[in-house]
T-cell receptor, first 114, second 113 residues
């Protein structure tokens, strides 16, 4: 009965590869997010989707492409991985797009690019 | 640029003592939230305080907000070993729209049994 789940939990890959991370929420929320947490624990928003519509797109390289097939799923595809992409990626969801809402986070995906 | 900065960056106290963490931010806000992150886990929402509120309580947590100083504090009373975690403040405000949370740099709290 996990609220927000992500797969995989760990991802180790070579530079230049393409990889995907999947996220699913069973809370019935309208809004989902991708965050990146660096080695200093700084958490920065990357993307946000509301009912499958992209509403926040921070200055993220276009090697990163989110996709939301339905409002319960938000996947993140990364092309041509670079060393600097190594981080923990968190998916989150909230009831609506307003930032006043509590956000529910997944367990994170630790990506290591070698 | 970072909206919130927590102070101190790290804090170690004995179990049973109170822990206070501070968050400063740069621009006007609508709301401020505090989250906890246990090692290797996702963030968990603790409490929200609105810009027109000065203090809020939830169990052993007490949050204050001073909009004139652009700062907030989180007090955890009677700390327990299970409180060991990183704590983040997050703000949303007019400069960032009301759809985006901007997280601070976090305080790593260690409770010594």
């Amino acid at each position: 009965d996990t609220a927000v789940s992500q797969t995989p939990k760990y991802l180790v890959t070579q530079m230049g590869n393409d990889k995907s991370i999947k996220c699913e929420q069973n809370l019935g929320h309208d809004t989902m997010y991708w965050y990146k947490q660096d080695s200093k624990k700084f958490l920065k928003i990357m993307f946000s989707y509301n009912n499958k519509e992209l509403i926040i797109n921070e200055t993220v390289p276009n090697r990163f492409s989110p996709k939301s097939p339905d409002k319960a799923h938000l996947n993140l595809h990364i092309n041509s991985l670079e060393l600097g992409d190594s981080a923990v990626y968190f998916c989150a969801s909230s009831h609506s797009r307003l930032a006043v809402n509590e956000q529910f986070f997944g367990p994170g995906t630790r990506l290591t690019v070698l | 640029s970072q909206q919130g900065e927590e102070d101190p960056q790290a804090l170690s106290i004995q179990e049973g003592e109170n822990a206070t963490m501070n968050c400063s931010y740069k621009t006007s806000i609508n709301n401020l939230q505090w989250y906890r992150q246990n090692s290797g886990r996702g963030l968990v929402h603790l409490i929200l305080i609105r810009s027109n509120e000065r203090e809020k309580h939830s169990g052993r947590l007490r949050v204050t907000l001073d909009t004139s100083k652009k700062s907030s504090s989180l007090l955890i009373t009677a700390s327990r070993a299970a409180d060991t975690a990183s704590y983040f403040c997050a703000t949303d405000g007019s400069n960032f729209g009301n759809e985006k949370l901007t997280f601070g740099t976090g305080t790593r709290l260690t409770i010594i049994p």
